[in-house]
T-cell receptor, first 114, second 110 residues
Framework: EAGVVQSPRYKIIEKKQPVAFWCNPISGHNTLYWYRQNLGQGPELLIRYENEEAVDDSQLPKDRFSAERLKGVDSTLKIQPAELGDSAVYLC????????????FGEGSWLTVV | EDQVTQSPEALRLQEGESSSLNCSYTVSGLRGLFWYRQDPGKGPEFLFTLYSAGEEKEKERLKATLTKKESFLHITAPKPEDSATYLCAVYRGDDYKLSFGAGTTVTVRA
């Protein structure tokens, strides 16, 4: 069974430029998450989707970050414009549902803003 | 506010030297405690879920236990391939949020 797939794996951009990350969750998983992980820290939730609905985006910096999950499968996370402090690993994860289900992570998209 | 604290931050072991990692937590409405392993440049890899105090789970050289305030990950006779960062996370049922600790980085020397 294929795991959570993310692209690109690595991205280096100049500040003020836009960047987008793509995620394909495990087949059949209705719940999709985007997490951000700073160096030496645990992941922090940015947004959670149930099918195509964003049910928790309270931690998403909405002035520059946006996300979408069209058709309830793939998802895209966008940053525009990027700032130096956005350098981090952006992790996508999925689970079959919400209650008591294991959350599986992708390999992450490593962003460096210079 | 939920808090998840992992200790120690780093652990250096000799091959075969058993040890334990600690995850202490304060959360209301705990629905589960997760352990993940993360290798450099990779995403977190699921290891265990514990749901109630007294529960134990094992996988190869790893054993996870849970009390009402903390969880332990015991590494028995570790090998160099057990070197990784181990992340603990608590799952709260009322808002379905998974909150992570900062992790313990384990280095096992041959």
């Amino acid at each position: 069974e294929a795991g959570v797939v993310q692209s690109p794996r690595y991205k280096i951009i100049e500040k003020k430029q836009p960047v987008a990350f793509w995620c394909n969750p495990i087949s059949g998983h209705n719940t999709l998450y985007w997490y951000r992980q700073n160096l030496g820290q645990g992941p922090e939730l940015l947004i959670r989707y149930e099918n195509e609905e964003a049910v928790d985006d309270s931690q998403l910096p909405k002035d520059r970050f946006s996300a979408e999950r069209l058709k309830g499968v793939d998802s895209t996370l966008k940053i525009q414009p990027a700032e130096l402090g956005d350098s981090a690993v952006y992790l996508c994860a999925s689970s079959p549902g919400v209650v008591g289900n294991t959350i599986y992570f992708g390999e992450g998209s490593w962003l460096t803003v210079v | 506010e939920d808090q998840v604290t992992q200790s120690p931050e780093a652990l250096r072991l000799q091959e075969g030297e058993s040890s334990s990692l600690n995850c202490s937590y304060t959360v209301s409405g705990l629905r589960g405690l997760f352990w993940y392993r993360q290798d450099p440049g990779k995403g977190p890899e699921f290891l265990f879920t514990l749901y109630s105090a007294g529960e134990e789970k094992e996988k190869e050289r790893l054993k996870a236990t849970l009390t009402k305030k903390e969880s332990f990950l015991h590494i028995t006779a570790p090998k160099p391939e057990d070197s990784a960062t181990y992340l603990c996370a608590v799952y709260r049922g009322d808002d379905y949020k998974l909150s992570f600790g900062a992790g313990t980085t384990v280095t096992v020397r041959a």
